[in-house]
Each structure stands twice: as structure tokens, then as C-alpha cells.
């Protein structure tokens, strides 16, 4: 059973229009990440909660928001999105002090 | 700041031989993961490497750490096709929470 869910799989937004990716988690964990991965690139951090402490990557650009309204749910906006933000997004969770980092299997945004 | 470093950055190698990936950390961390990827899809976990000297194994791979050179490696014994993939280390920051990960490797075996 997926413990770490993304929605959707494929994403297909117009440019400027803004588009918001989700994350949830079955796993209780108190940390979630949010990663930005373009093609034959490394995962990028682009931020991570503790708990609801919000911390943003120095370069993370303005353009991209979170949302965490409660544990299970984690949510990527990205205001105006431009060519250059097609890439795949992925959410982790894990728990502080604990072992694994789990990974969801993506969003494959799309921008036209 | 926490940085990681793979080398190489590709690697092709013929099935049957042996190579290693390496590693390189900043700072001190609590965890090193290896993580598998293939094309179009996200990142299956390898190994959790826990503690200086630790290694684990599975199937033709093998992991180790050694913290205090803030190397880990990643060994291929008798490379097989079906381990062409792209691997990652990746390191999390005991004080910030953070998962950073490395520059990857691309391996490619070919037959």
C-alpha cells in the first residue's frame, strides 16, 4: 500500500496559469519534503516542513508556495508557472530522529 | 553548508565487472541513503547507512560509511543490465532536517 501519495501523476498546466501539486501520507511523519527534479538532475530541495515549521531553500524561487494544513496533507503551489518549472516533483516524508525517508511517486508537471 | 558530491557522474561499464561509486559529504549528518532511479520514475531506496563502518548488502551491491573520512561508497560486483540506473547518495542534516542529495551517477551496463 502507497504510504506516500502524490496527485496527480501528470500534470499539464498553462503558462502563467497557476497550478497546485498535493502530497499526503499515511505515515504520521512529521517531516515532509517537497523537491523539484529536472531532467538528468539531481533532486533539488525546494523546501521542507517540521511539524508546521516552514523552512524555504535560500534559492527557491518566489513563484514556488507550500501549504501544510495538517499532518497527513502537504500541498506545492506554483503561481505563474513558466517553461522553465516542467520537471518532475517529488514529496518525502520521514520522522525526525527515525530511520527511512519515504518517496512519493511523483508529479510529472508539464507546462505549455 | 551541507554539500555532496558523486563521482563519476557517468558511468559505463560491460556485465561481469566490478566498479564503485563514491560519496563525498561537507559535515558531519546522522544518515547517508542510496537511492536507485530509472527513467520517468521516482527514487526507490537502496540502503540506510547509520553509523561509521557500517555496510550492508544486497544482491551486487554493497554500501559502506566512512564518517570520518565523510566518504560512503557504493559497490557493483559482476555488473548485470538491469542495474542501469541513475544512483543517488543522499545525506540528512541531524540539525536541520534537511535530505540534500548528491549529483548522481548514471550507470549503464552494457552486455
Known amino acids: 500500500d502507497a504510504m506516500v501519495i502524490q496527485n496527480p501523476r501528470y500534470q499539464v498546466t498553462q503558462f502563467g496559469k497557476p497550478v497546485t501539486l498535493s502530497c499526503s501520507q499515511t505515515l504520521n511523519h512529521n517531516v515532509m519534503y517537497w523537491y523539484q527534479q529536472k531532467s538528468s538532475q539531481a533532486p533539488k530541495l525546494l523546501f521542507h516542513y517540521y511539524d508546521k515549521d516552514f523552512n524555504n531553500e535560500a534559492d527557491t524561487p518566489d513563484n514556488f508556495q507550500s501549504r501544510r494544513p495538517n499532518t497527513s496533507f502537504c500541498f506545492l503551489d506554483i503561481r505563474s508557472p513558466g517553461l522553465g518549472d516542467a520537471a518532475m516533483y517529488l514529496c518525502?516524508?520521514?520522522?525526525?530522529?527515525?530511520?527511512?525517508?519515504?518517496f512519493g511517486q511523483g508529479t510529472r508537471l508539464t507546462v505549455v | 553548508e551541507l554539500k555532496v558530491e558523486q563521482n563519476p557522474l557517468f558511468l559505463s561499464m560491460q556485465e561481469g565487472k566490478n566498479y564503485t561509486i563514491y560519496c563525498n559529504y561537507s559535515t558531519t549528518s546522522d544518515r547517508l541513503y542510496w537511492y536507485r532511479q530509472d527513467p520517468g520514475k521516482s527514487l526507490e531506496s537502496l540502503f540506510v547507512?547509520?553509523?561509521?563502518?557500517a555496510v550492508k548488502q544486497e544482491g551486487r551491491l554493497m554500501a559502506s560509511l566512512d564518517t570520518k573520512a565523510r566518504l560512503s561508497t557504493l559497490h557493483i560486483t559482476a555488473a548485470v543490465h538491469d542495474l542501469s540506473a541513475t544512483y543517488f547518495c543522499a545525506l540528512l542534516g541531524g540539525a536541520t532536517n534537511k535530505l540534500i542529495f548528491g549529483t548522481g551517477t548514471l550507470l549503464a551496463v552494457q552486455p
Open positions: 547507512l547509520l553509523s561509521n563502518g
Open positions: 518525502a516524508t520521514s520522522r525526525a530522529g527515525g530511520i527511512e525517508a519515504f
